[in-house]
């Protein structure tokens, strides 16, 4: 058995690496990481990809990881050996610690692209540039919950007999780490009681988005943790519209996802011309439906149903800020919800 | 010819060389790994977090919460093995009087079924029941709407929240209890005739029949699968998550996992991993040592019949009610949540997903991954029980007690080692080396053989030992008298026939566990390359329900396929080997 698997793996090795001799002869090879879901046949990737060759004459190649946290983690260990030109799928609260491992865009005037919500400060990131954003909010099913909270405030005071909702685990899920920086940026200090006072109302946290959203729409939990375009995959997608999102007063915290060039790069000019073109209309129009986010560009059109009513607030901490403190906050986090 | 009743060499196999070295490589592979994840530098420097190797102890492992994340996660996996076990022992007593009745066969296989769905499918499924929104509440919901409103205290109440430790507990009594009932179910079976008949000339009651028949032959396993369902429970991940309903109820999987991704202190990962290790191993040591030897009679070794027709209790009317009581419970517990699953996938968008080369793909490499785990375990779980064997024939010395403990904990140890950790080590070290993704398939194959052995190992060990002890005995049950069996031969005409049976449940179990598992692939997957459990994650995780619940629909089916194969095939190896010796022969 042993010198049969061996030889197989050899020579999948050796077909990788004549792959690999024929590409560097032809075309120069683009390598983007990013999640799965981006990169899968029905996200954006695919269609990006076609439009991209079209115009730079070169390979351009979605490496699908698992979650944006597994871009993050895949980059630290390949250090200044990676092979990747671009990492694309990172949001604002993971920015400030993989900043060090890449280089200027150098896009022009990127702020004066953007459709940012109106109450945010300009784009003043040297490194990133934004592609889609959303804001997490609590999604619910308008036939069985008639009067959601209107605030963050009012759902933590909410008897806990009267609503029942589903989380994700801040260790483990990007929006379940929104969550908790969108308490710490309403309440700061209080948010470990905020937390406390949250938690009977708790009815499950869940490792990943996947397993909250399908006890949500099973209806074991009135509200999930998700995003405001959730409800927008459900009128657009399925043409249901009793799906519906929780707004809250107090603004939506927010998720930029956001796309770099590392520093190691051995194609700075293709990576800095990828990242220009992810703001091109021609792929801003591919996101709403296929990575169900907003468009981060101005005036690109969205398909019918996806806005039905005006943007909330939006709420965004400083990404160095996230990162000087995060242990500390998730520290908190765990401990206000293991009591 | 000899006439000892200790095992000879004849029918060994190659003696214990390959299986030292075996053991030598899981042990040697796990220290690598954990080295390779210490090795990695430059990541603290980026994530600004990791401390000083000094400073570990005090202040982050150490700290109260540590204490009740293992409080937690240990009382948790200890409560789930013991519920398990206090349904399956029944349940195999059972299973084995009520053999032949009518839609028995069915039960059996679908109880069997549960042990490797993926666990957040099987969640799913048993929120169906238990959930708000579940069979039981809706049934409530009707007798409520039928009970005339004059009548309030007829009313019942719903149940209460499903989630919790009990929620945790259950899920893990529907994993768990088909493995074990598919261990002892064939213990009951094959107790020699002999003692139904005696039993029947003594009109023992069912009571008495338990006491002295069936407790003790399922006796010498239920520790040893105690142990290894405590080790399932206890490094679960997403159900406990899923279904635990807060942080109270928790593993020390998810630090780990945020160790390694959040705080990226690869550091800090390894000594949780080998914090979650040893507790688990320490369990397991206590677990094991308590474990009787030897079976109280010698198993027979051919036969597997149904003993119903000897048990003179099993006309008595109360007993048959009893025995009914029980088949309503593991339906209500082990079948009901199934069937829910089915039909959401019967109701589902079926022809989306089989009409999707996506689906086909992945389901291919699902399978040929299955069969090749298969056959891997079997060999390997072979190997390390023939070198326990032969190590215990030895002179008992410190050496070979040393050696057998690491050969009966290097089996096990890969169950508590998070697949992340493993992932992520398996990442750093072949980095250099070959594109992690072109060998993703051999990763997520040596990750199946990793959890199939355990489980292989603990099914095998027990009767190999004892059958290896009783060579001469069943020479001259099949009439091999005076022939000589070493080496291959010895294989065919003894060993085959003999762990036949046992051999086609482990391959059947490590093909289900391996299509079932989610593991290492989510480090791995790519569009070339993708599993059956990932595709499913896929779909969950872009709205597409109904989808999943197809594919997961598609996944039991073939699950249970592969079961009744392997069940097959230990019929068929389990044949008596003259009949064969003497069809090439004649």
Same mark, same amino acid.
């Given at each position: 058995?042993?010198?049969?698997?061996?030889?197989?793996?050899?020579?999948?090795?050796?077909?990788?690496?004549?792959?690999?001799?024929?590409?560097?002869?032809?075309?120069?090879?683009?390598?983007?990481?990013?999640?799965?879901?981006?990169?899968?046949?029905?996200?954006?990737?695919?269609?990006?990809?076609?439009?991209?060759?079209?115009?730079?004459?070169?390979?351009? !190649?979605?490496?699908?990881?698992?979650?944006?946290?597994?871009?993050?983690?895949?980059?630290?260990?390949?250090?200044?050996?990676?092979?990747?030109?671009?990492?694309?799928?990172?949001?604002?609260?993971?920015?400030?610690?993989?900043?060090?491992?890449?280089?200027?865009?150098?896009?022009?005037?990127?702020?004066?692209?953007?459709?940012?919500?109106?109450?945010?400060?300009?784009?003043?990131?040297?490194?990133?540039?934004?592609?889609?954003?959303?804001?997490?909010?609590?999604?619910?099913?308008?036939?069985?919950?008639?009067?959601?909270?209107?605030?963050?405030?009012?759902?933590?005071?909410?008897? !806990?007999?009267?609503?029942?909702?589903?989380?994700?685990?801040?260790?483990?899920?990007?929006?379940?780490?929104?969550?908790?920086?969108?308490?710490?940026?309403?309440?700061?200090?209080?948010?470990?009681?905020?937390?406390?006072?949250?938690?009977?109302?708790?009815? /499950?946290?869940?490792?990943?988005?996947?397993?909250?959203?399908?006890?949500?729409?099973?209806?074991?939990?009135?509200?999930?943790?998700?995003? /405001?375009?959730?409800?927008?995959?459900?009128?657009?997608?399925?043409?249901?519209?009793?799906?519906?999102?929780?707004?809250?007063?107090?603004?939506?915290?927010?998720?930029?996802?956001?796309?770099?060039? %590392?520093?190691?790069?051995?194609?700075?000019?293709?990576?800095?011309?990828?990242?220009?073109?992810?703001?091109?209309?021609?792929?801003?129009?591919?996101?709403?439906?296929?990575?169900?986010?907003?468009?981060?560009?101005?005036?690109?059109? %969205?398909?019918?149903?996806?806005?039905?009513?005006?943007?909330?607030?939006?709420?965004?901490?400083?990404?160095?800020?996230?990162?000087?403190?995060?242990?500390?906050?998730?520290?908190?986090?765990? !401990?206000?919800?293991?009591? | 010819?000899?006439?000892?009743?200790?095992?000879?060499?004849?029918?060994?196999?190659?003696?214990?060389?390959?299986?030292?070295?075996?053991?030598?490589?899981?042990?040697?592979?796990?220290?690598?790994?954990?080295?390779?994840?210490?090795?990695?530098?430059?990541?603290?420097?980026?994530?600004?977090?990791?401390?000083?190797?000094?400073? +570990?102890?005090?202040?982050?492992?150490?700290?109260?919460?540590?204490?009740?994340?293992?409080?937690?996660?240990?009382?948790?996996?200890?409560?789930?093995?013991?519920?398990?076990?206090?349904?399956?022992?029944?349940?195999?007593?059972?299973?084995?009087?009520?053999?032949?009745?009518?839609?028995?066969?069915?039960? =059996?296989?679908?109880?069997?079924?549960?042990?490797?769905?993926?666990?957040?499918?099987?969640?799913?499924?048993?929120?169906?029941?238990?959930?708000?929104?579940?069979?039981?509440?809706?049934?409530?919901?009707?007798?409520?709407?039928?009970?005339?409103?004059?009548?309030?205290?007829?009313?019942?109440?719903?149940?209460?929240?499903?989630?919790?430790?009990?929620?945790?507990?259950?899920?893990?009594?529907?994993?768990?209890?088909?493995?074990?009932?598919?261990?002892?179910?064939?213990?009951?079976?094959?107790?020699?005739?002999?003692?139904?008949?005696?039993?029947?000339?003594?009109?023992?009651?069912? +009571?008495?029949?338990?006491?002295?028949?069936?407790?003790?032959?399922?006796?010498?396993?239920?520790?040893?699968?105690?142990?290894?369902?405590?080790?399932?429970?206890?490094?679960?991940?997403?159900?406990?998550?899923?279904?635990?309903?807060?942080?109270?109820?928790?593993?020390?999987?998810?630090?780990?996992?945020?160790?390694?991704?959040?705080?990226? $202190?690869?550091?800090?990962?390894?000594?949780?991993?080998? *914090?979650?290790?040893?507790?688990?191993?320490?369990?397991?040591?206590?677990?094991?040592?308590?474990?009787?030897?030897?079976?109280?009679?010698?198993?027979?070794?051919?036969?597997?019949?149904?003993?119903? $027709? $000897?048990? *003179?209790?099993?006309?008595?009317?109360?007993?048959?009610?009893?025995?009914?009581?029980?088949?309503?419970?593991?339906?209500?517990?082990?079948?009901?949540?199934?069937?829910?699953?089915?039909?959401?996938?019967?109701?589902?968008?079926?022809?989306?997903?089989?009409?999707?080369?996506?689906?086909?793909?992945?389901?291919?490499?699902?399978?040929?991954?299955?069969?090749?785990?298969?056959?891997?375990?079997? @060999?390997?779980?072979?190997?390390?029980?023939?070198?326990?064997?032969?190590?215990?024939?030895?002179?008992?010395?410190?050496?070979?007690?040393?050696?057998?403990?690491?050969?009966?904990?290097?089996?096990?140890?890969?169950?508590?080692?998070?697949?992340?950790?493993?992932?992520?080590?398996?990442?750093?070290?072949?980095?250099?080396?070959?594109?992690?993704?072109?060998?993703?398939?051999?990763?997520?194959?040596?990750?199946?053989?990793?959890? @199939?052995?355990?489980?292989?190992?603990? #099914?095998?060990?027990?009767?190999?030992?004892?059958?290896?002890?009783?060579?001469?005995?069943?020479?001259?049950?099949?009439?091999?008298?005076?022939?000589? #069996?070493?080496?291959?031969?010895?294989?065919?005409? #003894?060993?085959?026939?003999?762990?036949?049976?046992?051999?086609?449940?482990?391959?059947?179990?490590?093909?289900?566990?391996?299509?079932?598992?989610?593991?290492?692939?989510?480090?791995?997957?790519?569009?070339?390359?993708?599993?059956?459990? +990932? #595709? *499913?994650?896929?779909?969950?995780? =872009?709205?597409?329900? $109904?989808?999943?619940?197809?594919?997961?629909?598609?996944?039991?089916?073939?699950?249970?396929?592969?079961?009744?194969?392997?069940?097959?095939?230990?019929?068929?190896?389990?044949?008596?080997?003259?009949?064969?010796?003497?069809?090439?022969?004649?």
């Amino acid at each position: 058995m042993r010198p049969i698997l061996k030889s197989t793996i050899m020579l999948m090795l050796a077909g990788q690496m004549t792959a690999s001799l024929a590409h560097a002869e032809s075309k120069p090879e683009l390598i983007v990481y990013t999640y799965d879901s981006f990169a899968a046949e029905w996200g954006p990737a695919p269609q990006i990809k076609t439009a991209f060759e079209k115009k730079c004459d070169c390979q351009l !190649t979605f490496v699908g990881l698992d979650s944006s946290l597994g871009i993050l983690a895949r980059i630290r260990l390949e250090g200044d050996n990676s092979p990747a030109d671009v990492i694309l799928g990172l949001d604002t609260a993971q920015t400030d610690i993989a900043r060090d491992a890449v280089a200027r865009h150098g896009v022009d005037d990127v702020a004066g692209k953007l459709d940012l919500p109106v109450n945010l400060p300009a784009w003043q990131d040297l490194h990133f540039v934004p592609y889609d954003w959303g804001y997490f909010a609590f999604v619910y099913d308008s036939n069985t919950l008639t009067a959601p909270p209107a605030s963050m405030a009012e759902l933590i005071a909410t008897p !806990t007999t009267d609503l029942r909702i589903a989380i994700q685990d801040a260790r483990s899920s990007t929006p379940g780490f929104g969550l908790m920086l969108w308490l710490k940026t309403l309440y700061g200090a209080e948010a470990g009681a905020q937390w406390r006072a949250l938690a009977p109302k708790i009815a /499950t946290i869940t490792k990943g988005w996947s397993e909250s959203y399908d006890l949500f729409l099973n209806g074991e939990v009135d509200m999930v943790l998700s995003y /405001t375009t959730s409800p927008a995959y459900h009128r657009v997608a399925e043409d249901k519209t009793h799906y519906d999102y929780a707004r809250f007063d107090e603004g939506h915290y927010m998720q930029v996802e956001v796309a770099a060039m %590392l520093k190691n790069s051995d194609q700075p000019e293709l990576a800095r011309q990828f990242l220009a073109f992810l703001l091109t209309p021609e792929v801003q129009a591919i996101i709403p439906t296929s990575n169900w986010m907003y468009p981060a560009a101005k005036n690109t059109p %969205l398909p019918d149903g996806f806005e039905v009513s005006a943007k909330p607030q939006g709420l965004l901490l400083d990404d160095a800020l996230i990162a000087e403190h995060q242990q500390d906050w998730l520290k908190e986090w765990v !401990t206000a919800l293991s009591q | 010819m000899p006439r000892t009743l200790a095992p000879s060499a004849n029918c060994a196999l190659p003696a214990t060389l390959p299986g030292l070295l075996l053991v030598a490589g899981l042990w040697g592979f796990l220290l690598l790994a954990l080295g390779a994840l210490l090795g990695v530098d430059g990541g603290a420097d980026v994530a600004g977090g990791a401390a000083p190797i000094a400073t +570990w102890f005090d202040s982050r492992i150490f700290d109260s919460r540590t204490g009740a994340i293992l409080w937690s996660a240990t009382s948790q996996a200890l409560l789930s093995a013991l519920g398990s076990l206090a349904v399956a022992v029944p349940a195999s007593i059972m299973l084995a009087r009520r053999y032949r009745w009518f839609g028995m066969r069915v039960l =059996r296989l679908l109880v069997g079924l549960a042990f490797v769905i993926p666990t957040t499918v099987a969640a799913s499924g048993l929120l169906a029941i238990w959930g708000r929104q579940g069979v039981i509440n809706q049934a409530i919901d009707a007798v409520n709407a039928v009970v005339p409103e004059a009548l309030p205290m007829v009313a019942l109440p719903e149940l209460p929240t499903f989630f919790g430790l009990k929620a945790v507990v259950l899920a893990h009594i529907f994993f768990n209890a088909p493995l074990m009932i598919r261990v002892f179910l064939p213990r009951i079976l094959s107790v020699p005739d002999t003692h139904w008949r005696l039993a029947r000339m003594m009109g023992m009651t069912a +009571w008495q029949q338990g006491r002295w028949i069936e407790f003790p032959a399922m006796k010498p396993l239920i520790l040893p699968m105690v142990g290894l369902v405590f080790l399932f429970c206890f490094s679960s991940f997403s159900l406990v998550l899923m279904l635990g309903g807060g942080l109270r109820v928790t593993t020390l999987e998810v630090e780990i996992y945020s160790a390694l991704r959040i705080a990226f $202190d690869l550091p800090m990962a390894v000594a949780l991993t080998l *914090l979650q290790v040893g507790m688990a191993l320490g369990v397991l040591v206590v677990l094991l040592r308590l474990a009787p030897r030897q079976t109280s009679w010698n198993q027979p070794i051919m036969t597997m019949r149904a003993p119903c $027709d $000897d048990i *003179l209790s099993a006309n008595n009317f109360s007993l048959k009610t009893l025995d009914i009581f029980m088949i309503a419970i593991l339906v209500l517990l082990l079948i009901f949540p199934l069937a829910a699953l089915a039909w959401r996938g019967v109701s589902g968008d079926m022809l989306a997903v089989l009409m999707s080369a996506h689906f086909w793909r992945a389901m291919g490499n699902s399978v040929g991954i299955a069969v090749a785990s298969g056959v891997l375990v079997v @060999g390997l779980a072979c190997v390390l029980a023939e070198t326990r064997t032969q190590l215990t024939l030895r002179p008992i010395s410190p050496l070979t007690r040393g050696i057998i403990a690491l050969l009966e904990m290097g089996v096990m140890v890969y169950l508590v080692v998070p697949a992340i950790v493993m992932g992520t080590a398996w990442f750093i070290l072949l980095r250099g080396v070959a594109n992690v993704f072109a060998v993703a398939p051999f990763l997520v194959l040596v990750a199946n053989v990793m959890l @199939g052995l355990p489980v292989a190992y603990r #099914l095998l060990i027990g009767k190999w030992l004892a059958m290896r002890g009783r060579d001469e005995r069943s020479r001259l049950a099949y009439g091999l008298q005076g022939w000589n #069996l070493r080496g291959w031969r010895g294989v065919r005409f #003894l060993t085959i026939p003999l762990m036949g049976r046992e051999i086609g449940l482990i391959f059947g179990l490590a093909m289900a566990m391996s299509m079932g598992d989610l593991g290492v692939i989510a480090l791995f997957a790519s569009a070339d390359f993708t599993t059956l459990p +990932w #595709l *499913l994650y896929q779909q969950a995780g =872009r709205y597409r329900v $109904d989808e999943a619940a197809v594919t997961a629909l598609m996944l039991m089916l073939m699950v249970s396929a592969l079961f009744a194969l392997g069940n097959g095939l230990g019929k068929w190896l389990a044949r008596p080997p003259s009949l064969y010796y003497e069809a090439h022969h004649a």
